[in-house]
């Protein structure tokens, strides 16, 4: 059985022999094992980082932009065999693997342009004969902690941009499908990365403890649960880091009555189903203003019942499994909570079984109708295939129901009314707002992050957001009078 060792100062290393194993959840077999790191371990990778961080930081920006290309065209030449890596540990469908390498891609893209992303401010003559000028300097040792449903996207939000500015990068992937971060690592290598800027460490709490309690590391990205996301941003601030801890969602999607009810459908299926629902992006309510709602629920049901559920394996297929047996036991759970809460199950994907995959994790699409906020279904994150419906009067009811729910990651309305749309996108307490498209995911050259419980920390993620978290300002004020000696000043300059 393969074991997936860490990536440290260019190689696969591990000195840790505890290991945990890594399944095929379409089989629900193990197919590998992860190493969970010792302290050796995590002294071997800061010691990796800290010998290269001081060269590093001194490389050109566009030397350092050069290796960036270089590893854009590998990733380009190799997405096949990282969406094949993604598959197969989480069980997403393949398109939607490549799909999430391609947003990846598209911030190393970004990276690319760090010559120009870094220039700073000028100003001439802030004072006689006095220039002023500002410079985005690299913090040194920065980690990313990530999750296990975007084994390649979410770590490259974070250590392309990292690497970039300058810093050198320790990466403690999710430990239920590790294997692509260190397929990203290698090529990363084999891009001209001087060995030990970007280095992967696996294990669960124990290293993520270590990371939070290591005096050499200035910043940590994290995204995960929102819970996690607390523990981590209160105790990173606790040791002085600069933390951005993106957590969970409850994603709403409001549809107006004078919405296009197909796209609003399409919509809602896409985002409600797609990845088995385990995208933080995922739509999981849908807000059903006025008298929309009756056909709204009818085709969202008809249009569930023809998704293919099947493993990545076959191209049909519309989604794959939930992470793990314990992941589907929870959202099955929920589905009978919400039944004993009152909600009407209109599609129950449990118990949910495919020929020849009888020991996999599928939980087929479900559909509830008549959710209210009080419910545990609608106030917690399910985080799989379960659309809820919530009934509302009018605009301003569903727009409260966005507004009132703790979290605030993303939110789309669907209308034909610009003037809804525009109160919708500026009263909407939620960092990512959706006109008429169901997933507002922003590209890599915007930046990516919620608002209330979805976030914790004033950074969001990649784009601009991205260069600033990676880099500190610094702001100079010079002055070169060769021959003049004004004697000391005790006023505060004012020309
Ligand atoms: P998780 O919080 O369980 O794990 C995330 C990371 O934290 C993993 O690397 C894990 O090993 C580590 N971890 C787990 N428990 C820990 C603990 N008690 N102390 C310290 N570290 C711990 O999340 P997950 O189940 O891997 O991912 C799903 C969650 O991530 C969902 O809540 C989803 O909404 C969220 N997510 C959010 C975003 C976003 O951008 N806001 C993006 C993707 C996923």
Same mark, same amino acid.
């Given at each position: 059985?393969?074991?997936?060792?860490?990536?440290?100062?260019?190689?696969?290393?591990?000195?840790?022999?505890?290991?945990?194993?890594?399944?095929?959840?379409?089989?629900?077999?193990?197919?590998?094992?992860?190493?969970?790191?010792?302290?050796?371990?995590?002294?071997?990778?800061?010691?990796?980082?800290?010998?290269?961080?001081?060269?590093?930081?001194?490389?050109?920006?566009?030397?350092?932009?050069?290796?960036?290309?270089?590893?854009?065209?590998?990733?380009? +030449?190799?997405?096949? *065999?990282?969406?094949?890596?993604?598959?197969?540990?989480?069980?997403?469908?393949?398109?939607? =693997?490549?799909?999430?390498?391609?947003?990846?891609?598209?911030?190393?893209?970004?990276?690319?342009?760090?010559?120009?992303?870094?220039?700073?401010?000028?100003?001439?003559?802030?004072?006689?004969?006095?220039?002023?000028?500002?410079?985005?300097?690299?913090?040194?040792?920065?980690?990313?902690?990530?999750?296990?449903?975007?084994? =390649?996207?979410?770590?490259?939000?974070?250590?392309?941009?990292?690497?970039?500015?300058?810093?050198?990068?320790?990466?403690?992937?999710?430990?239920?499908?590790?294997?692509?971060?260190?397929?990203?690592?290698?090529?990363?290598?084999?891009?001209?990365?001087?060995?030990?800027?970007?280095?992967?460490?696996?294990?669960?709490?124990?290293?993520?403890?270590?990371?939070?309690?290591?005096?050499?590391?200035?910043?940590?990205?994290?995204?995960?649960?929102?819970?996690?996301?607390?523990?981590?941003?209160?105790?990173?601030?606790?040791?002085?880091?600069?933390?951005?801890?993106?957590?969970?969602?409850?994603?709403?999607?409001?549809?107006?009555?004078?919405?296009?009810?197909?796209?609003?459908?399409?919509?809602?299926?896409?985002?409600?189903?797609?990845?088995?629902?385990?995208?933080?992006?995922?739509?999981?309510?849908?807000?059903?203003?006025?008298?929309?709602?009756?056909?709204?629920?009818?085709?969202?049901?008809?249009?569930?019942?023809?998704?293919?559920?099947?493993?990545?394996?076959?191209?049909?297929?519309?989604?794959?499994?939930?992470?793990?047996?314990?992941?589907?036991?929870?959202? *099955? +759970?929920?589905?009978?909570?919400?039944?004993?809460?009152? =909600?009407?199950? @209109?599609?129950?994907?449990?118990?949910?079984?495919?020929?020849?995959?009888?020991?996999?994790?599928?939980?087929?699409?479900?559909?509830?109708?008549?959710?209210?906020?009080?419910?545990?279904?609608?106030?917690?994150?399910?985080?799989?295939?379960?659309?809820?419906?919530?009934?509302?009067?009018?605009?301003?009811?569903?727009?409260?129901?966005?507004?009132?729910?703790?979290?605030?990651?993303?939110?789309?309305?669907?209308?034909?009314?610009?003037?809804?749309?525009?109160?919708?996108?500026?009263?909407?307490?939620?960092?990512?707002?959706?006109?008429?498209?169901? @997933?507002?995911?922003?590209? =890599?050259?915007?930046?990516?992050?919620?608002?209330?419980?979805?976030?914790?920390?004033?950074?969001?993620?990649?784009?601009?957001?991205?260069?600033?978290?990676?880099?500190?300002?610094?702001?100079?004020?010079?002055?070169?009078?060769?021959?003049?000696?004004?004697?000391?000043?005790?006023?505060?300059?004012?020309?």
């Amino acid at each position: 059985m393969k074991i997936i060792k860490n990536y440290i100062n260019g190689s696969e290393i591990s000195i840790s022999k505890d290991t945990i194993p890594v399944e095929d959840p379409s089989k629900g077999e193990k197919i590998a094992d992860v190493v969970l790191s010792s302290k050796d371990d995590f002294n071997l990778a800061i010691q990796s980082a800290k010998n290269i961080q001081e060269e590093w930081s001194n490389t050109t920006p566009l030397k350092r932009a050069r290796i960036l290309s270089n590893y854009k065209v590998l990733i380009e +030449n190799n997405l096949d *065999e990282l969406a094949k890596l993604v598959s197969k540990e989480h069980g997403k469908t393949l398109s939607d =693997a490549k799909g999430s390498v391609t947003r990846g891609l598209e911030v190393v893209e970004f990276a690319c342009g760090i010559p120009h992303l870094l220039k700073g401010e000028f100003s001439q003559n802030v004072g006689t004969n006095i220039d002023s000028w500002s410079v985005r300097q690299p913090l040194g040792i920065c980690a990313g902690i990530t999750p296990f449903n975007f084994p =390649a996207m979410v770590p490259m939000w974070m250590f392309p941009i990292a690497i970039a500015c300058g810093n050198s990068f320790i990466l403690k992937p999710s430990e239920k499908d590790p294997s692509c971060s260190v397929r990203l690592a290698e090529l990363f290598t084999e891009a001209g990365l001087p060995d030990g800027v970007f280095n992967v460490i696996h294990g669960q709490k124990n290293v993520v403890d270590l990371i939070i309690n290591c005096n050499d590391i200035s910043a940590i990205s994290f995204v995960g649960s929102t819970p996690v996301a607390k523990y981590i941003y209160e105790q990173s601030a606790k040791n002085r880091k600069r933390v951005q801890a993106l957590g969970g969602a409850k994603n709403h999607l409001v549809v107006m009555p004078d919405a296009n009810l197909n796209q609003a459908v399409d919509g809602i299926i896409g985002a409600g189903y797609g990845s088995a629902g385990e995208r933080c992006m995922a739509i999981s309510v849908a807000v059903a203003v006025g008298n929309i709602a009756d056909d709204l629920v009818n085709k969202i049901h008809l249009e569930a019942q023809k998704l293919k559920v099947a493993p990545w394996t076959d191209t049909e297929s519309d989604m794959g499994p939930v992470i793990s047996k314990e992941h589907k036991n929870k959202i *099955e +759970n929920y589905i009978s909570l919400g039944i004993q809460e009152g =909600a009407k199950l @209109i599609e129950d994907g449990r118990n949910f079984k495919i020929q020849g995959y009888e020991k996999g994790h599928f939980v087929g699409p479900t559909l509830f109708d008549n959710v209210t906020s009080e419910m545990t279904i609608y106030k917690e994150e399910i985080f799989g295939p379960v659309v809820c419906v919530v009934r509302a009067n009018n605009y301003d009811e569903a727009l409260k129901l966005v507004n009132d729910h703790p979290f605030g990651n993303g939110a789309s309305i669907y209308t034909s009314d610009g003037e809804v749309s525009r109160h919708f996108t500026t009263h909407s307490q939620i960092g990512m707002v959706g006109v008429n498209v169901p @997933i507002p995911v922003p590209m =890599a050259f915007h930046s990516f992050g919620g608002w209330k419980q979805s976030l914790f920390g004033d950074h969001s993620i990649h784009g601009m957001e991205g260069i600033h978290f990676y880099t500190k300002l610094k702001t100079v004020t010079s002055k070169w009078p060769k021959s003049i000696n004004d004697g000391p000043e005790f006023v505060m300059p004012t020309n």
